[in-house]
């Protein structure tokens, strides 16, 4: 299978879940030893980032700063549902990371974690990982 979905249950209104593991799981699944993995998601107030995995207060600080520099109330805010941060949040961020293959194995860095990041929440949601497969190398 080289299209995996991941089921993704977010537990906070905001939050970054590590889904390295899962992805990890879904490039062994496929057999693929060279090419690329796409994670992407298919929500509008959600996104997809790479960031570090080792010390949880980074993402705790960067959920705090984006909570800062995009307020979840604004007085010119007109979108009825009343999540137009979560909206930007999640262009900020975007909703698909691309991640190399080589040798079976995705190349993260050592502190590098891919994050489903929930920004109007708690909901499940889903992420999508398509694999491409490269071929053997030349
Ligand atoms: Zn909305």
Redo the contacts with the bound molecule.
């Keep these: 299978m080289l299209t995996h979905e991941i089921e993704v249950k977010t537990l906070r209104h905001d939050m970054m879940l590590d889904i390295t593991a899962d992805v990890v799981r879904a490039v062994a699944a496929s057999g693929v030893t060279h090419g690329a993995a796409i994670v992407y998601c298919p929500h509008?107030?959600g996104a997809i980032t790479i960031n570090e995995n080792a010390d949880p207060d980074v993402t705790n600080d960067m959920l705090q700063q984006l909570g800062k520099m995009v307020p979840w109330n604004q007085p010119f805010y007109a979108?009825?549902?009343?999540?137009?941060a979560?909206?930007v949040k999640s262009s900020m961020f975007g909703c698909s990371e691309t991640i190399p293959i080589v040798d079976g194995k995705l190349l993260l860095g050592t502190w590098q974690g891919i994050y489903f990041c929930e920004f109007?929440g708690p909901r499940p949601r889903r992420a999508i990982v398509q694999i491409l497969d490269g071929g053997q190398p030349a």
Excluded: L, P, R
Excluded at 79 to 84: L, M, P, R, V, Y
């Design positions: 509008t107030t979108h009825d549902e009343g999540n137009s979560a909206h109007d």
